[in-house]
């Protein structure tokens, strides 16, 4: 098969259809394209997408029938705690962990969100530790799903102001996960 490479447009030419579908989803993504074409030297695309569009690494969660994404910088480790070591202090529950006090927060509790039944009466709970500077803090969580590859979508105007949430993302099977800021839990 030889191909013909013509210097001058023709009737036969391209339309720029696949260029329109990638305008039409940057546009619907809040971004913009620019195009800026030189006679005889070529076109230039300058694609600008919103600072709130972001691709991080997550770890993904399941509390009660919900899954939720934690940024894995904000994660030190994961660990899982017998709930028979759990004390309270001062309306607080804390545990001790690596030889320093680590409070714990219930993340059902905070988004309330119901458990089912067989996770309250587990002796062993899942906890995810985060750390907010130099402060750790232990995320008990009802299971994990894994690593993955998620981009960050704002919740728009409406929802702005809710502090514990700081977006949400589409997983692949088409349902949205909300992603936690684990800066705003402590």
Do not use: C, H
């Not at 620019?34 to 230039?44: A, H, N, R, T």
């Not at 994660?75 to 070591?85: G, L, R």
């Not at 969100?113 to 232990?138: C, F, L, P, S």
Request: aromatic share 4%; net charge negative; charged share 20%.
């Amino acid at each position: 098969l030889d191909l013909v490479w013509q210097k001058k447009i023709t009737d036969l030419s391209g339309r720029g259809v696949g260029l329109d579908v990638v305008k039409t989803k940057i546009e619907s993504l809040n971004g913009t394209v620019e195009v800026d074409s030189i006679l005889g030297e070529g076109s230039k695309f300058t694609i600008r997408l919103p600072l709130t569009l972001a691709i991080i690494q997550a770890l993904m969660v399941n509390l009660g029938n919900e899954k939720y994404a934690l940024p894995l910088n904000n994660i030190k480790e994961i660990t899982t705690i017998k709930t028979s070591v759990i004390s309270l202090v001062q309306n607080q529950e804390v545990v001790l962990y690596r030889n320093k006090t680590l409070p714990i927060i219930r993340l059902n509790d905070v988004l309330n969100v119901t458990y089912q039944e067989e996770q309250e009466q587990k002796d062993e709970m899942i906890v995810v530790v985060v750390r907010k500077g130099d402060q750790e803090a232990g995320i008990v969580v009802d299971s994990l799903i894994g690593q993955q590859e998620i981009v960050i979508k704002s919740l728009g105007k409406y929802l702005t102001g809710i502090k514990v949430i700081a977006g949400a993302t589409i997983l692949g099977n088409g349902s949205v996960a909300l992603i936690i800021d684990p800066n705003q839990l402590f």
